[in-house]
């Protein structure tokens, strides 16, 4: 990417001038509508928030529970040119139980929609958190490229089982949370986002109840390689799964 690059400039240039009506005191209001993104992380999460930013009437927070146990930022006042506000709430949050009580009361006492995102493979998504994790780069617009050597890992079948009965129970308490709750709910996956991503996000904007844009993110996939070059014992693990229920995800 090029620093200059035009669609830098129009990010930056649309980031500035929400912060800047979000300044001042007499433009804002709280009369908008509010929404979550629910994913496991590496899933998609990032993407998805970046290209909600883009949008002049969509203000995306990021991850406020990160930092606290509340969704007070959801709920501040904010320029009158935004119309919907969320954040992302991570399926792993409802395994704290502060962080489990925040969506309950979030879901309950208000009108929030939740837009869920998944990526199909759940080894992908192992990999791409294992690979994040050794080498503290959760993001990426392209300007420096990881050498293959430093992300390259090493895995057990009983880690990736481990992580993939996780991922089933947190989205399974999570669904049946959102379906007590009657909660809008809006499907999508990190494939279909990243193949057509202005389909996809004209669906989303509508779900919102906001005019569809042309979506733009300066965000690039870090990991394109396949497996066999992320993962050093590949065939190994492969074999490990061999007529298992997770054999599929080897069809890389």
Not at 22 to 29: A, D, I, T
Not at 167 to 172: A, P, S
Not at 208 to 227: A, D, H, K, Y
Request: one cysteine or more; glycine letters at 4%.
């Amino acid at each position: 990417m090029k620093i200059f690059s035009f669609t830098y400039l129009n990010v930056l240039f649309g980031a500035r001038l929400k912060q800047f009506f979000n300044r001042l005191p007499f433009f804002r209001y709280n009369n908008y509508n509010t929404f979550l993104i629910i994913g496991h992380p590496r899933t998609g999460t990032s993407l998805l928030h970046t290209y909600l930013n883009s949008h002049d009437a969509v203000l995306s927070l990021n991850e406020p529970l990160a930092h606290s146990n509340d969704g007070k930022a959801l709920f501040k006042a904010y320029s009158r040119f935004i119309k919907v506000v969320g954040f992302k709430y991570f399926y792993e949050y409802v395994l704290d139980i502060e962080k489990k009580k925040v969506l309950i009361q979030l879901i309950a006492d208000h009108k929030i929609k939740v837009i869920k995102i998944h990526r199909l493979n759940y080894l992908r998504t192992y990999v791409s958190l294992c690979i994040a994790e050794k080498t503290n780069e959760w993001s990426s617009t392209g300007n420096v490229a990881m050498d293959l050597l430093n992300k390259q890992i090493y895995l057990t079948k009983e880690e990736c089982l481990f992580a993939f009965a996780q991922y089933k129970n947190v989205e399974l308490e999570t669904d049946k949370i959102l379906a007590q709750y009657h909660v809008p709910v809006y499907d999508i996956t990190y494939e279909t986002l990243v193949s057509d991503p202005i389909s996809v996000m004209e669906g989303v904007a509508l779900f919102l109840g906001v005019e569809p844009q042309i979506p733009v993110s300066l965000l690039v996939r870090q990991n394109p390689e396949n497996m066999r070059e992320l993962i050093v014992n590949y065939e190994e693990l492969k074999t490990s799964f061999l007529k298992s229920e997770f054999e599929v995800y080897f069809e890389d």
